[in-house]
């Protein structure tokens, strides 16, 4: 079939026709563009964005069917086993992979700025020791913003490179200060001599007693882990942080919406939800019994780490998080790991299963993710964090991205009034 140029709108109130321009992208399905569609007195619907392009962009792309997901073009498959998170926040900012002289000022760039004002010290001691490394995170990084306000011209091109490679920078560090807070252990500082992900694992690991030795090979995983994580198209946190950037803001301010967004248990959470359910299980033999619990209608009990609202074939991030999991298991001579024995049958029962093949739902990212972090020595109330961290690099591209386009306007979505008509106020002894 020829592809469409043109969209009619028809009434069956006799009201004329209204035609849309069809717009096509590099990959996916056109857009009908209804900008002008406000001019004729109506709306579109559309809660949830289901249906809805709310950007236009071209730094990451998912094919749900074909289990595809690209940075810039870039099979996330290729990226996890040949590039750095490094060489990838590169490329989610500027469009290329560096060449090594670039990747070098970019590492350099990213140790020189990790460290934080000192004065930030003080804001980390305002929160509990017991609070959730996240809410110590969104308040951090909106702290930020005060410290990096007047300096920041967010409609210029070299002011926003500065502010991202800061933020790229200092996440990780405002992380790891968050999980040592909740520790009740000094905070470590950023170590020039070392790679961005072997200086996260430092900050988190070492204390003023016992330098961390960073391993390698799990140094590699997290940094694998990072990349699978780094980006996903218009997601909710994605989102927050455009529409919070459209009106100009402070961009710390606006990765800072990002994470509280990313916070929520629909959204970043599910891994820790994936573990909880394989110490459930606890062991093979019982894998059946929860199988039949998740096809039960009437039981609303769900696999989680199963399905993905974009993905109906495999997730290719699970794919590579199966192979990192086998890998940092077989370094630290985990292999007989309990849970991640359970994981593995689990998933070959599910992916023979008619209910789970009819509904096309396979494992996603998550439902590896949680046994690496936990063979890692992370915490659960760390797992989101570092998500947050990765995907800072996917928000500031796509923030930067917004703010160079030159048809970028200020979100403001439209609604469907349902409430009252206008009414007059009733003085408060009369109601
Ligand atoms: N286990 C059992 N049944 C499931 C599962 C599951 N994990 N996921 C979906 N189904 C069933 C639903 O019951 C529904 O059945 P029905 O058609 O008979 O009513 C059907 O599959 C479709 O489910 P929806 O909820 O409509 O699918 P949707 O695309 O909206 O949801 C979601 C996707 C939320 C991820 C869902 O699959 C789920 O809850 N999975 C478990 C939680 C999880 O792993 N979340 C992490 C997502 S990845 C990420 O956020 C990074």
């Known amino acids: 079939m020829t592809r469409a140029t043109k969209a009619t709108l028809t009434f069956d109130n006799g009201a004329p026709p209204i035609e849309f321009p069809v717009l096509s992208g590099t990959m996916g399905p056109d857009v009908i563009d209804i900008r002008s569609l406000g001019q004729h007195g109506y709306l579109t619907y559309d809660p949830g964005f289901m249906a809805t392009a709310s950007c236009a962009s071209r730094i990451s792309y998912i094919d749900g069917d074909a289990g595809l997901l690209c940075y810039r073009g870039y099979p996330i498959e290729q990226l996890a086993s040949q590039s750095t998170f490094m060489e990838v926040a590169y490329l989610l900012l500027y469009g290329e992979l560096p060449n090594s002289g670039q990747k070098s000022v970019f590492e350099e760039e990213m140790r020189r700025n990790a460290m934080l004002h000192d004065q930030i010290h003080t804001v980390f001691r305002g929160f509990r020791r017991d609070a959730h490394p996240m809410a110590v995170m969104v308040g951090v990084t909106g702290a930020l913003s005060a410290f990096y306000h007047d300096s920041t011209n967010v409609f210029d091109a070299a002011n926003r490179e500065q502010s991202a490679l800061q933020l790229i920078a200092k996440i990780p560090t405002v992380a790891a200060m968050s999980y ?4 009740g252990e000094p905070f470590a500082y950023p170590q020039y001599r070392h790679h961005y992900t072997e200086n996260f694992l430092h900050m988190m690991f070492s204390t003023p007693c016992e330098t961390y030795q960073v391993n390698p090979i799990l140094a590699r995983a997290l940094d694998r882990i990072l990349i699978l994580h780094a980006d996903h198209e218009q997601n909710a946190s ?8 459209s009106s100009g803001a402070n961009p710390f301010a606006c990765v800072a919406a990002g994470m509280a967004s990313l916070w929520g248990p629909l959204h970043g959470g599910a891994n820790e939800a994936v573990l909880k359910m394989l110490a459930e299980i606890g062991d093979v033999s019982r894998i059946p019994e929860f199988i039949k619990r998740a096809k039960d209608k009437s039981n609303p009990f769900r696999l989680m780490g199963f399905g993905h609202r974009v993905y109906k074939n495999m997730d290719p991030r699970a794919a590579v998080m199966r192979k990192t999991c086998h890998e940092v298991l077989d370094e630290l001579d985990l ?3 309990p849970l991640f024995q359970i994981a593995l049958e689990l998933e070959r029962i599910a992916l023979q299963d008619e209910y789970f093949i009819s509904k096309k739902l396979y494992p996603n990212v998550d439902f590896y993710s949680g046994i690496v972090f936990r063979a890692l020595g992370i915490p659960e109330s ?3 964090a570092i998500f947050a961290l990765a995907r800072t690099a996917g928000w ?30 009733v003085p408060i002894n009369q109601r």
Do not use: C
């Open 180 to 183: 040592k807070y909740n520790m």
């Open 238 to 245: 994605t989102s927050t942080v455009r529409l919070a950037g």
């Open 335 to 337: 292999n007989g790991d």
């Open 382 to 384: 760390m797992f989101t």
């Open 396 to 425: 500031v591209a796509q923030w930067n991205e917004m703010l160079s386009d030159s048809a970028h306007r200020i979100g403001r979505p439209r609604q469907q009034y349902i409430g009252a008509m206008p009414r007059d106020y």
